[in-house]
């Protein structure tokens, strides 16, 4: 069938399903001839939907270097999120995007030393732009990665942190957990404080993306530590219903999240209407 | 310039009714609305319809696909109806510009097909204001109730209907039609034109100026103490959203027939409570700040991405069926500062 509106989806097929923490599952989506459901850039989003149940806009957590598969983290917080964390390998679900403007990884971000900061599920959107940049790992300078959760238990993709990103030349990994656990020897606190205890130099390029409360911290931190505002970027998350800046419901200011995010750049976001 | 006399306005869509399905404003008990013309159908002498007429275009409820589920499969049946040619008679000025408006939320890039499709088939048949009312602005906006323009314009003077194609869908749209004839005297339409033109510079808001506003000054208004008390009353009953040409947010929603799902579209309204709520919270929790939002886009949002082109055309629709008498000129009198009262 072709698609005549870019509101009709596609229908995509969970081909894996991984339980990352307590409350967050990653799922693996093909078409159902096993191809990817179309190309995107890191920082775009899908929109999947449950038919019957609703449809939710989601980041793609998977490089685009990935040529195989697409995966989704998702952590189980409403409806559609909990319909999916019942769903089995061999679900069909719908799909459709990419939507939003992506990280600028092949024009700002290119030479430059990075720094991505995330809490809790705030990984998922990062975890793209990260596996992107060790794909093309000489074009991009040294890699800081600040990652924390409530719990050891609560760290999506410990796995691939722990095996992969740890093991790169070049990369810095730093974990924190929000209070000390048993079995647990890295860092405790929360990832704000644990960004000014670091104090990164402020020749880098900084991601951030977590909580609305751990990005405001963590931005004032940086802004503390001297960086300035354009070095900075994040990206933003709203209800939305149509993905393609029309149904009115992204909308900040003169800004719709979905087509004009949902990456922002700080002092882009100064200029918004303190509403997200 | 064509012309049919008042009385033979029946002849007229008749004749349109042979070639394509006529749409045109029928009173009803509560006021105006477009209805489909049959024999015996009277055209309504009201300056406006309730509702606005972007619902040719933009239906208040479309389908939009349906899903066949089967254990874990899914099937997508895409739902859209092939459109047909149709005639609007009858459109005001505002809601004519209205579309032009809607045109650029829809009609831009990705292009929305299910609106595209009827707004190409569409012949829109202006008439011009002869009796607008104390609630009409649409001149703040620049748009001229005397000349509408659309697809074929009429004004209607001394008993006769005067129609100017304005496009070439119009221009063949009216070759077509036999009920009309030549017209020689452009004269009285163009006097019944500078009338109109009169009436709406004595209107109570003729005066009311957009100056104030536009793109860029989202700062400037949007922590301005004067939208506690605009908004200290509102309902959020989303009657302003529904009545409004322009209005364009909507919801997609699955609705179970028991048969299998089918995917809707909707009108939705930014005065709801729910429209940001999601799981992690809600961004605008208070009335106020749905108010502000709904205002804001029309005034400073939208003509911000639309070259200064703003998200109202002054049909007054609003100020009429407000349950608590605020609307959009109240706020632009309030926030506009004294050179606007």
Redesign the interface.
Same mark, same amino acid.
């Given at each position: 069938m072709h698609n005549s509106d870019p509101l009709i989806p596609k229908v995509g097929t969970i081909t894996d399903v991984r339980i990352d923490t307590p409350d967050v599952k990653t799922f693996r989506v093909l078409t159902p001839d096993g191809k990817k459901a179309f190309d995107h850039m890191p920082g775009q989003c899908a929109m999947l939907s449950i038919p019957g149940v609703g449809e939710a806009m989601f980041s793609i957590t998977s490089s685009p270097t990935n040529t195989e598969y697409m995966e989704f983290s998702i952590k189980k917080c409403g409806c559609v999120t909990e319909w999916l964390h019942q769903a089995e390998v061999g679900q069909q679900i719908t799909i459709r995007g990419p939507y939003g403007k992506p990280f600028p990884v092949d024009t700002v971000f290119r030479g430059q030393d990075m720094l991505f900061i995330a809490g809790g599920i705030g990984l998922a959107p990062l975890r793209s732009v990260i596996n992107y940049c060790r794909h093309y790992r000489d074009q991009y300078g040294k890699i800081d990665i600040v990652y924390g959760s409530r719990s050891k238990d609560d760290l999506v993709d410990y796995k691939e942190i722990i095996d992969e990103w740890c093991n790169d030349d070049g990369i810095n990994v730093h974990l924190t957990i929000d209070n000390p656990q048993e079995g647990w020897d890295g860092h405790v606190g929360f990832v704000p404080n644990y960004v000014k205890e670091l104090g990164f130099s402020t020749d880098k390029t900084a991601i951030l993306c977590g909580p609305p409360i751990m990005i405001k911290f963590t931005l004032q931190g940086l802004v503390d530590l001297g960086f300035e505002k354009t070095q900075i970027y994040t990206t933003m998350e709203l209800k939305m219903k149509c993905g393609v800046g029309k149904c009115g419901r992204c909308n900040i200011g003169a800004k719709y999240v979905c087509k004009d995010g949902p990456v922002f750049r700080c002092d882009e976001i100064d200029e918004l209407p303190d509403e997200y | 310039m064509r012309k049919i006399s008042m009385d033979s306005l029946s002849a007229l869509f008749e004749a349109i009714s042979g070639t394509m399905p006529l749409f045109l404003p029928v009173d009803g008990k509560e006021g105006a609305s477009y209805k489909k013309w049959e024999p015996g159908t009277e055209y309504s002498k009201a300056l406006n319809t309730n509702k606005s007429a972007k619902d040719f275009f933009f239906p208040q409820v479309e389908n939009?696909?349906a899903?066949k !589920?089967e254990g $874990? #499969? =899914?099937?997508?049946?895409?739902l $859209?109806e092939d459109v047909g040619p149709f005639a609007i008679f009858g459109v005001r000025a505002c809601d004519l510009a209205s579309f032009s408006i809607l045109d650029r939320?829809?009609l831009?890039d990705?292009? %929305?097909?299910?609106y595209k499709a009827r707004r190409d088939n569409a012949v829109i048949i202006s008439v011009a204001c002869s009796r607008p009312q104390e609630t009409c602005f649409c001149s703040a906006f620049s748009i001229d109730a005397a000349a509408p323009g659309g697809d074929v314009e009429c004004v209607m003077a001394d008993g006769m209907v005067y129609l100017e194609a304005k496009t070439e869908k119009g221009e063949a749209f009216l070759k077509n039609l036999e009920a009309v004839t030549e017209a020689s005297d452009e004269r009285a339409a163009e006097a019944e034109q500078a009338k109109i033109r009169e009436r709406i510079e004595k209107l109570p808001l003729a005066n009311l100026s957009t100056d104030a506003f536009g793109?860029g000054k !989202?700062?400037e208004y949007?922590n301005n103490p004067l939208w506690d008390e605009l908004s200290a009353n509102c309902l959020g009953c989303g009657t302003c959203t529904f009545v409004c040409p322009t209005c364009?947010? &909507?919801? =997609? $929603? %699955?609705y179970?027939t028991g048969k299998g799902?089918q995917?809707f579209?909707c009108w %939705?309204s930014?005065m709801y409570s729910d429209?940001? $709520? @999601?799981? *992690?919270g809600n =961004?605008?929790n208070s009335q106020k700040?749905r108010f502000r939002?709904r205002f @804001? *886009?029309k005034l400073? &949002?939208f003509p911000? #991405?639309n070259e200064g082109i703003f998200g109202c055309v002054g049909c007054g629709r609003c100020l009429a069926k407000c349950p608590i008498s605020m609307n959009i000129v109240k706020v632009m009198k309030t926030l506009g500062g004294a050179d606007n009262a």
């Open positions: - | 939009m696909m899903f !589920t $874990k #499969n =899914i099937e997508v049946l895409d $859209k939320v829809f831009s990705p292009v %929305d097909s299910f793109g !989202t700062m949007f364009q947010c &909507y919801d =997609i $929603k %699955d179970n799902v995917r579209r %939705d930014c429209f940001t $709520k @999601m799981a *992690h =961004i605008r700040e939002q @804001m *886009h400073v &949002y911000e #991405n």
